[in-house]
């Protein structure tokens, strides 16, 4: 019998923390690659008279089954607590899938034999686009040299930002219909 020890590892609450880590290093590295390649964002100059929504960066260690680390993961996030509603978002209510709509179509597919794909979009919220204009802090870390007094015009949504699930179930939901589905009058996340 083999006894295997769980690993404890502490997730960092700051950059400070982090920042000697190659490990951490990487892991941010990797999300801002993600949200550069998204186009999240242009660099502007702080403009005056305009809320700017503070960020920072969460940190999370992914776990194997075994305990073993399986990943270091940073995400670069709005702190949205600060947004205020009418001048940095309008809408926020995105629907959610019903657990009886999971339930009944994972019955249907035992019951028929078919197979189920499942898939991760990773990074999701950078894939909805923003319409209002908000401004957030430049990453720490990541200041653009010549630039570190600038913010971040957004384009795309980031995770904290009140508007970010919205923005993104509507970029699905379009992306869904543009193939010919049609959304379920009894679950709107049901196409």
Not at 26 to 50: F, L
Not at 65 to 81: D, L, P, W
Request: with cysteine; charged share 25%.
């Amino acid at each position: 019998m083999a006894l295997v020890r769980k690993c404890v590892v502490t997730e960092p609450s700051s950059f400070e923390e982090v920042v000697e880590d190659p490990a951490w290093v990487d892991a941010m590295v990797e999300e801002y690659d993600s949200i550069v390649r998204n186009s999240a964002w242009e660099i502007v100059p702080r403009p005056e008279g305009k809320s700017v929504v503070g960020s920072r960066w969460i940190y999370k260690v992914k776990q194997a089954a075994n305990g073993s680390v399986e990943k270091y993961k940073a995400r670069f996030v709005a702190r949205g607590f600060s947004q205020i509603e009418g001048i940095d978002y309008e809408e926020t209510f995105a629907p959610v899938t019903r657990y009886s709509s999971i339930r009944t179509i994972l019955a249907l597919l035992a019951q028929m034999g078919w197979h189920i794909h499942q898939m991760d979009v990773k990074t999701a919220f950078l894939n909805g686009v923003i319409e209002e204009e908000v401004y957030i802090e430049q990453p720490e870390g990541f200041e653009i040299f010549s630039s570190e007094s600038h913010v971040c015009r957004l384009k795309r949504v980031l995770y904290g930002l009140k508007q970010a699930p919205r923005a993104w179930y509507t970029r699905i939901d379009s992306y869904f219909t543009g193939l010919g589905f049609s959304k379920s009058e009894a679950d709107p996340d049901l196409y």
